[in-house]
């Protein structure tokens, strides 16, 4: 019995400090910038293989999910927020600013009476689950013709009103992508779930459909999309509130 036991915390101790050194491996200068160019290579090679408005899989109304689980936030308590939400969101306004010929102030009626698109798709998190729901709203790469993007823009940020914390003072969530996934045919802007208004644990009122990305891109309680030359200014540089914690920045599916 002493002997399991001491093999049993020589396992113990080995298996930590095989944890240990990958975690300094992984944190390794060296090793962060190959694992950001093999990044870049995963990119290039599905942006070759896959045409650039090939579609992720739609479904039936009888597939949908009866419990679509909320992702990340679902409440959140910034005051300017809460302000909003205790009146209905009548008082919101989408800002579309940045690098635009164009800037827009878009209230929820306004984006309602804009063409809507309704699809109904897979939302693949990236903690292993999925669920099936039908999303409705107006299609990005037309706000972005409206307002009319600068030759130099590349990429599009989605400023939240979020802080996954709660604070009021909290890091607020924030999400982009490139050109290619902000025109795609099925990258919408959703003001509605399963055929009704947008209830607040799943980003009212208003969420990104990126449909051929993980569920973190889908970035929810949007209050102002910005067109950007490079988001290295932005957050921690790397293009979103959890790729500046080690997430991918393309994550296509």
Same mark, same amino acid.
């Given at each position: ?12 101790? $080995? ?16 090793? @962060? ?51 909003? !939400? ?8 989408? *800002? %579309? ?9 878009? #209230?929820?009626?306004? $984006? @309602? ?8 798709? !897979?939302?693949?998190? *990236?903690?292993?689950?999925? #669920? ?5 709203? &107006? ?17 599009? %940020? ?17 999400? #982009? ?22 209830? %607040? ?6 969420? $990104?459909? *990126? ?16 067109? &950007? ?25």
């Amino acid at each position: 019995m002493n002997r399991r036991r001491w093999l049993t915390g020589a396992a113990a101790t $080995l298996g930590a400090a095989l944890v240990s050194a990958c975690d300094r491996v992984t944190n390794a200068p060296s090793v @962060r910038q190959a694992l950001r160019m093999a990044e870049g290579l995963t990119r290039r090679v599905q942006r070759l293989i896959l045409p650039r408005e090939a579609l992720a899989p739609t479904y039936d109304r009888a597939d949908i999910s009866p419990d679509f689980r909320p992702n990340g936030s679902i409440d959140p308590q910034a005051s300017d927020y809460l302000a909003l !939400k205790a009146g209905g969101f009548a008082d919101y306004r989408l *800002v %579309v600013d940045g690098l635009v010929e164009r800037p827009l102030s878009l #209230s929820l009626a306004d $984006l @309602r009476a804009r063409p809507a698109q309704s699809q109904i798709t !897979k939302h693949d998190c *990236v903690e292993g689950w999925t #669920s099936i729901a039908e999303w409705t709203g &107006v299609r990005l790469a037309a706000l972005l013709d409206e307002a009319g993007l600068k030759p130099q823009a590349r990429y599009i %940020v989605f400023h939240c009103f979020d802080a996954l914390d709660q604070r009021e003072d909290g890091e607020r969530y924030y999400e #982009s992508i490139d050109l290619i996934d902000a025109r795609h045919p099925q990258t919408i802007l959703a003001w509605a779930m399963n055929g009704r208004t947008l209830a %607040v644990p799943h980003g009212a009122p208003l969420r $990104l459909r *990126v449909e051929r990305q993980i569920g973190y891109k889908h970035a929810k309680y949007i209050r102002r999309i910005e067109a &950007v030359e490079s988001f290295a200014h932005l957050g921690g540089g790397r293009g979103g509130y959890w790729e500046d914690r080690g997430y991918e920045w393309y994550a296509g599916i």
